[in-house]
């Protein structure tokens, strides 16, 4: 592995289902991010990590949850997914969450919820 | 609010010269980042700007005025490869990044 990775690359999903899409980085970040990108509006934050085993609540949070249980891996759910969740969801990974650090992202998943 | 605006779309002709301007409105402010994003890609790193100044880094320069909430990413003869979106951000308190929408330069021969 090489940078950061996403999957599924993409999915299509039917309304009420549960999905995890998956986040792996190999640089030994410490803060990891999923974002959202819809047509028109920016990134949108929806969770964050700012170090193994510890969350928090982006600015778009609901629907979603997340885990850190190690350095690696930040997993997102759905728990019942909707149609407003489609979406091309985005991780991202820092050294750490403070200043002059650019985020790294992962190719991206793209969602459709039916 | 926190708010990022720049322009939804510019076009420019190859080997010219363009500015993409955004304004940014956050709760506190710890810098300014400009991002690349090519069609169906992920976004990538271009600059970064904490302080009142221009930075040069090849044909891209990023400008930034603290004073006036303000920031421009000059691109100099400019390729077909640099057709993309452009994003600005800007890492507000809590150092979380706030995105502008993007603005989508249009490269004509």
């Known amino acids: 592995i090489a940078g950061i990775t996403q999957a599924p690359t993409s999915q299509i999903l039917a309304a009420g289902r549960r999905m995890t899409l998956r986040c792996t980085q190999d640089?030994?970040?410490?803060?990891m991010y999923w974002y959202r990108q819809d047509l028109g509006l920016g990134l949108r934050l929806i969770h964050y990590?700012?170090?193994?085993?510890?969350?928090g609540k982006g600015e778009v949070p609901d629907g979603y949850s997340v885990s850190r249980a190690n350095t690696d891996d930040f997993p997102l759910t759905l728990a019942s997914a909707v149609p407003s969740q489609t979406s091309v969801y985005f991780c991202?990974?820092?050294?750490?969450?403070?200043?002059?650090?650019?985020?790294?992202f992962g190719p991206g998943t793209r969602l459709t919820v039916l | 609010g926190q708010n990022i605006d720049q322009p939804t779309e510019m076009t420019a002709t190859e080997g010219a010269i363009v500015q993409i301007n955004c304004t940014y409105q956050?709760?506190?402010?710890?810098?300014l980042f400009w991002y690349q994003q090519h069609a169906g890609e992920a976004p990538t790193f271009l600059s970064y700007?904490?302080l009142d100044g221009l930075e040069e880094k090849g044909r891209f320069s990023s400008f930034l005025s603290r004073s006036k909430g303000y920031s421009y990413l000059l691109l100099k003869e400019l390729q077909m490869k640099d057709s993309a979106s452009y994003l600005c951000a800007a890492l507000d308190s809590n150092y979380q990044l706030i995105w502008g929408a993007g603005t989508k330069l249009i490269i004509k021969p």
């Open positions: 990590s700012n170090t193994a085993g510890t969350t």
């Open positions: 640089m030994r970040h410490n803060a």
């Open positions: 991202a990974s820092s050294v750490s969450s403070g200043s002059l650090n650019e985020q790294f």
């Open positions: 700007n904490v």
């Open positions: 956050t709760s506190g402010f710890n810098g």
